[in-house]
């Protein structure tokens, strides 16, 4: 079993920036396949990024270049840098992990095995 707890959503103004964490328990966090998704109000979840076990990074193409996805094996957590932000990025953020490599599945929620909660970042203009 593996446990996630996001953390550091805020309010934020336009162009500020943020970093978002994720924290595994549980299983051994280094062969997790992880991703981060969003959901705004009366919307669909949306993927944004992913990282493999091995470090390896992607990004949905609307949002590459303002996100960076990372993590610490020895903290066991993933993180989520956001940069410039906007109105639009206003949404709850979910961390996902998976237990096998998903390949062109990774933006797809239902492919993963564990979600966190969730943490609330909320931009104004």
């Known amino acids: 079993q593996v446990q996630l707890v996001e953390s550091g959503g805020d309010a934020v103004q336009a162009g500020g920036s943020l970093r978002l964490s994720c924290a595994a328990s549980?299983?051994?966090?280094?062969?997790?396949?992880m991703s981060w998704f969003r959901q705004a109000p009366g919307k669909r979840r949306e993927w944004v990024a992913h990282?493999?076990?091995?470090?390896?990074?992607s990004y949905a193409d609307s949002l590459r270049g303002r996100f960076t996805i990372s993590k610490d094996n020895a903290k066991r957590t993933m993180y989520l840098e956001i940069d410039g932000l906007k109105p639009e990025d206003t949404a709850g953020y979910y961390c996902?992990?998976?237990?096998?490599?998903?390949?062109?599945?990774?933006?797809?929620?239902?492919?993963?095995?564990?979600w966190g909660q969730g943490t609330q970042v909320t931009v104004s203009s």
């Open positions: 549980g299983s051994s966090f280094s062969i997790l396949h």
């Open positions: 990282i493999t076990a091995g470090g390896q990074t």
């Open positions: 996902a992990a998976a237990l096998r490599q998903l390949g062109s599945l990774k933006s797809e929620a239902l492919n993963y095995n564990y």
